[in-house]
């Protein structure tokens, strides 16, 4: 069956940096876009970057764009998030998953990430 | 960009049917049929249970169905039963560099 494990979350001060991973299994990995979502405590669903099977075609959410970095390695079924200049706001349990025109049709379970000094 | 527009709150008593919106702009949810519904429990990862505005991927109910009319698409629980108590979330295509968006979230209370 699909799974997403996300992991890389903890603690980080503002400015700071984190690398999030999510290891892939039960489908063929190479074959699928990918996703970035987020949620803050309390609040809803913000999606943040996509990125497409072979890598070659990237977006942002505006909110991240210039600060984080989508990337993926298809030989380890393995998608991860850099994120530089971390906030505040950035505070929040993310999520990665398998994308299919703007669709999310699996999830992990997340890592919280968590920005405050 | 702001996010999709979707009311804070719906209730209905088990049995009922309710309706939930989600409006966008021609540049989303009116320019695409790429909207998306995320049933999501209290505590656990969001669930897919409807995409391209009216297919229900396999394994949710046919009580959930989905439709659009315009910048508006909408999701609809008929048969209300406790376990769909949940917070509802669309998602569109969007025009703009973002991509996605996603609506503000609606909580769904069965009386």
């Known amino acids: 069956q699909v799974q997403l494990v996300e992991s890389g979350g903890g603690l980080v001060k503002p400015g700071g940096s984190l690398r999030l991973s999510c290891e892939a299994s039960g489908f063929t990995f190479s074959d699928y876009y990918m996703s970035w979502i987020r949620q803050a405590p309390g609040r809803g669903l913000e999606w943040l970057s996509y990125?497409?099977?072979?890598?070659?075609?990237?977006y942002y959410a505006d909110s991240v764009r210039g600060r984080f970095t989508i990337s993926r390695d298809n030989a380890r079924n393995s998608l991860y998030l850099q994120m530089d200049s971390l906030r505040a706001e950035d505070t929040a349990l993310y999520y990665c998953g398998r994308e299919r025109y703007g669709s999310i049709s699996y999830w992990g379970q997340g890592t919280l990430v968590t920005v405050s000094s | 960009q702001s996010a999709l527009t979707q009311p804070a709150a719906v209730s209905g008593s088990p049995g009922q049917s309710i309706t939930i919106s989600c409006t966008g702009t021609t540049s989303d949810v009116g320019g695409y049929n790429y909207v998306s519904w995320y049933q999501q429990h209290p505590g656990k990862a969001p669930k897919l249970m409807m995409y391209d505005v009216n297919n229900r991927p396999s394994g949710v109910s046919n009580r959930f169905s989905g439709s659009k009319s315009g910048n508006t698409a909408s999701l609809t629980i008929s048969g209300l039963q406790a376990e769909d108590e949940a917070d509802y979330y669309c998602?569109?295509?969007?025009?703009?560099?973002?991509?996605?968006?996603f609506g503000g979230g609606t909580k769904l209370t069965v009386l």
């Open positions: 998602s569109s295509y969007t025009r703009s560099s973002t991509l996605v968006l």
């Open positions: 990125i497409s099977n072979g890598g070659t075609t990237i």
